[in-house]
């Protein structure tokens, strides 16, 4: 599976945006980029997910570099509800169909 | 969530005893899937179905078997539970023709003493 690199923790502020970065150099033309986070006590939640396209959605935007080798997602406006940790997944849909998880990003929001 | 259970929710148990966890779904989604996630190794995949009766092992599988006889029930067993199997056990579900992530449980709290 290929593998993806994030930073281990982020802070924000409560109301501002928080752009958190993936690093995947080895993926592959049929990987998807998934994102999920798990809320304290709480199981995996899916976030958004997408392929070259940046994407958008009710929770957030994902932003793709245009060769693919990372990419960014974007929370507009950071809450409390929002802390969480952050995973960053390489997705080969038509494959095994398995999500591999790495350690992610804990993300703190500061009132 | 809605669409997942899983049960029990939390449980104590002694080492040597056999122990089943049950995944719930109402979704129809042909795909199932058990994780365990501990401290320092995060979430882990233990095995996973693509239909009934279709199982197959995922990279912790040692001391697990799965059985899943119906669609909406994926059952996860410990034959003789061990200290080291003590975890927070998720299971998830997810369809392949549709274009929506996993859908995650709320996760059994196992301890095995």
């Known amino acids: 599976d290929a593998k993806t690199t994030q930073p281990n923790s982020m802070e924000s502020n409560e109301e501002e945006p928080v752009h958190l970065p993936c690093n995947h150099s080895?993926?592959?033309?049929?990987?998807?980029i998934h994102w999920y986070r798990q809320l304290p006590s709480q199981g995996p939640e899916y976030v958004i997910h997408?392929?070259?396209s940046n994407v958008n959605n009710r929770m957030a935007s994902l932003a793709i570099a245009e060769d693919r080798k990372s990419s960014t997602l974007i929370l507009h406006r950071a809450t409390l509800r929002d802390a969480a940790v952050y995973y960053c997944?390489?997705?080969?849909?038509?494959?095994?169909?398995?999500?591999?998880f790495g350690k992610g990003t804990k993300l703190t929001v500061n009132p | 969530d809605a669409g997942i259970t899983q049960s029990p929710r939390h449980k104590v148990t002694e080492t040597g005893t056999p122990v089943t966890l049950r995944c719930h779904q109402t979704?129809?989604?042909?795909?199932m899937y058990w994780y365990r996630q501990d401290p320092g190794h995060g979430l882990r995949l233990i095995h996973y179905?693509?239909?009934?009766?279709?199982?197959d092992k995922g990279e912790v599988s040692d001391g697990y078997s799965v059985s899943r006889s119906k669609t909406e029930d994926f059952l996860l067993t410990l034959e003789s539970a061990t200290s080291s199997q003590t975890s927070v056990y998720f299971c998830?579900?997810?369809?392949?023709?549709?274009?929506?992530?996993?859908?995650f449980g709320s996760g059994t709290r196992l301890t095995v003493v």
């Open positions: 997944i390489l997705f080969w849909k038509g494959g095994s169909e398995k999500l591999v």
């Open positions: 080895t993926i592959s033309g049929t990987d998807y």
């Open positions: 997408g392929l070259t």
């Open positions: 979704e129809n989604h042909r795909y």
């Open positions: 179905s693509y239909g009934v009766k279709d199982t």
């Open positions: 998830a579900i997810t369809e392949p023709t549709g274009n929506y992530g996993y859908t």
